[in-house]
């Protein structure tokens, strides 16, 4: 009999150490952004997102079809309309009112309306690649776009999937093949930028789309008992720690100049979302050590509840403080300023949508014997005892 699952919240069965993994991720990203000693690749915190988002996604349309028969694709956008929206906006109205009261900041090459609009219209990542615009202080707000423009795409093909009936196999090797598409294309349309910019297929909608497709495939593999029992077994203690050696070992081993390197995004990169893949993986299923440390209160608490804030917020305080207040105390300055907005804009922003959210959430998971009968299309849903409540 497979071991229990890592410790689970009683209230909306939430994963708790896929919240604390969302602190670490969010951290990476903050101090990244921050230019700390030890963080200069602590961009991968994107990716561990993306991997981490398509899993949980899929996660939970999948298990809609096991109980229901069917994907409610209207229901399904209006809860990411109502979990992503309100702080979004928030954002840009507070982000809009700066930028007209002080002037241009953060290097944008946009008018303040133009980049305000391309914020709220989740069309960043294309600015970015294919017109080479940058937003300035609502940068941060190309994975959003990345994210949202995917599920436009990929739940109604997940839906075709089902409805030609297609094996669960077949639905992974789709995705696996896409996710070698991708890398294959990135490095055969790889061009290394001037000045240290980051290069456009970075910000690519299609070239860039491996993390959330290895997510996704890491949902369904879940979703099989062979997959499931494996990762509870041995196998994912392996996973657990191969995956986080990984993830923090990039920070290491991706250094400076990484955006002149064709290998960052054919290799460097793409391992990142397979060490994300594993290592979420495991934690969903297995309680290790690293289970139960991202597993406690506050680290997991902070995760789901300041992580989506934060990394829209963050960069906004960085543009108001650094450059009056330098140095470490800027730093602290700029967290401090940073995390208590989050936690307002928690409190008095997102709760409320997420309260009206919870009207169109799905039914609660079923159980293993459920899913056991439930018919046998590209997935079955991950059984209760490792289901997670999506608000990625």
Known sequence: MPLAPPTTSTRRDRVLPLDGLRTVAIAFVVLYHLHVPGFGSGFVGVNVFF???GYLITTLLVGERARTGRIRLGRFWLRRVLRLYPTLLAVVVVGLALWWLIGDYQGSTMSALGAGLVAVTYTGNVARSFLGESQGVFS???S????EQFYLVWPPLLML????KAARRVAVAVLAALVVASVVASGVLFDAPAGGATPDIYFSPVLNVAPLLLGCALALVLGSDRGRAAFQGRFGTVATWAGLVGVVGSLAVIGSGWQQQVTTFTVMLPGVAWASALLIGGLACRPTLPARVL???PVAWFGRALSYPLYLWHVVFIALI???VPGALGTVAVIAAAVTTAWLSHRFVEQPALRLKDRFEPSSAPTREESGRAEDAPARSVAAETRPRVDA
């Open 322 to 324: 650094e450059p009056v």
């Open 295 to 297: 597993s406690l209160g």
């Open 140 to 142: 941060p707000m190309w």
């Open 51 to 53: 991997v981490l988002s």
């Open 161 to 164: 999937l089902f409805a030609l």
């Open 144 to 147: 959003l776009s990345m994210e």
